[in-house]
């Protein structure tokens, strides 16, 4: 409420106001990034990103995320083409990008799945191997880092959505994450309807502009990040204290990941049925029961999508087909008790057979 006393003073509530040029100025400070451009939304922030680079043909992506990152690539008239992800941390699968690449191909999109990093340095190589664009959605990794390296800081451009569920929000934004200045100077056009002053309109733009009631929420809650982090560590050191050693159930492990800081964003489980005992539906269904919701996230894979399904080949991707019919995230959020928690594991450990 504080934040937001002066909007009242200046009336200046949106186009790019005083709480919007100093929350782009804090973020590309914590994420250590050259440039960040806010946006109205995540999505927005994809699709205005990718529009930007004048990309035709080919994108390279991952079937194992939320439907913004493929519906992005479609509605700029690309076409996605899916790529397997690693069975150890859900994302896309380095080692099988080349196999993918055709004379159509324009650009890699992968996705740091419920935190974890892809593998940068290998998808860095091919790209720029065969001269492809690189443009990361980082919608689950805000603020984590790869040795003193920030996540944003990878590729031709990283993207972030600050929606209400994220670690960090805005209660609805998003951000470009970039270093060259003309895409800097494109997102800009393309975010105001390509308006540069009141008579001069360069291009066909969309209106993805974050208001300054947004921006407001993002620098007070910016202020809380790193408490409302290490509260979740707290509650995923109790997950995995409580869920490591049951057959059937495989959990993060923190070592396998070489980063300096993670972000804690979520917990996912996949249940293996064989060892368990019990489905992973089934789990769900139960905890339901006690009032306790659980996601499947992410299923169904976004190749399997109605939309999709008609439009594309059949991808070949058996390891993400596994993931997305086996895993569930836990709840996670800096109000939960770490009793909740316990709870939430017991109730779990009951329902293998």
């Known amino acids: 409420m504080e934040e937001i006393r002066d909007l009242w003073e200046t009336s200046w509530i949106t186009n790019m106001g005083a709480k919007h040029a100093e929350l782009e100025k804090n973020l590309k400070d914590f994420l250590g990034v050259p440039s960040v451009s806010l946006m109205s939304n995540g999505h927005m922030a994809l699709e205005l990103c990718l529009a930007a680079m004048h990309l035709e043909g080919e994108v390279i992506t991952t079937p194992f995320t939320f439907a913004s990152t493929t519906h992005a690539i479609a509605r700029n008239n690309l076409t996605p083409v899916f790529c397997d992800i690693r069975p150890d ?95 800097g100077q494109k997102l800009y056009e393309l975010k105001n309807f390509g308006i540069m002053d009141e008579t001069t309109v360069t291009g066909i733009g969309a209106n993805a502009k974050m208001s300054e009631f ?91 999508y109605q939309c999709y399904r008609d439009l594309l080949p059949h991808s070949d991707t058996p390891v993400a087909d596994h993931i997305a019919a086996s895993v569930i995230t836990l709840p996670l959020s800096p109000s939960m008790e770490i009793e909740d928690a316990v709870r939430i594991c017991d109730l779990i450990k009951t329902f293998r057979r």
Request: contains cysteine; negative net charge; proline residues 4%.
């Open 214 to 304: 947004h921006a407001a929420m993002g620098l007070v809650n910016l202020r809380y990040h790193d408490a409302n982090v290490k509260r979740r560590q707290a509650i995923c050191s109790t997950y995995t204290e409580h869920l490591r050693g049951i057959p059937g159930l495989r959990i993060p492990e923190d070592e396998k990941v070489p980063l300096t800081q993670r972000n804690y964003a979520y917990y996912p489980v996949v249940i293996e049925k064989t060892l368990f005992g019990t489905d992973r539906d089934e789990v769900a269904k139960r905890l339901a029961a006690e009032n306790i919701f659980v996601r499947k996230y992410f299923y169904p894979l976004t190749s399997d």
């Open 89 to 183: 941390d859900f994302t896309m699968d380095a080692s099988k990008i080349e196999d993918l690449i055709t004379d159509r191909t324009c650009a890699i999109l992968p996705v740091h799945v419920y935190g974890n990093v892809c593998d940068v340095d290998a998808i860095d190589k091919i790209a720029k191997l065969y001269g492809l664009k690189v443009i990361y959605d980082a919608a689950h990794a805000f603020g984590v880092k790869v040795g003193d390296r920030g996540i944003g800081s990878y590729g031709d451009a990283s993207i972030f959505s600050f929606h209400a569920t994220k670690v960090f929000h805005t209660v609805e934004g998003g951000a470009v994450c970039y270093s060259s200045p003309e895409l």
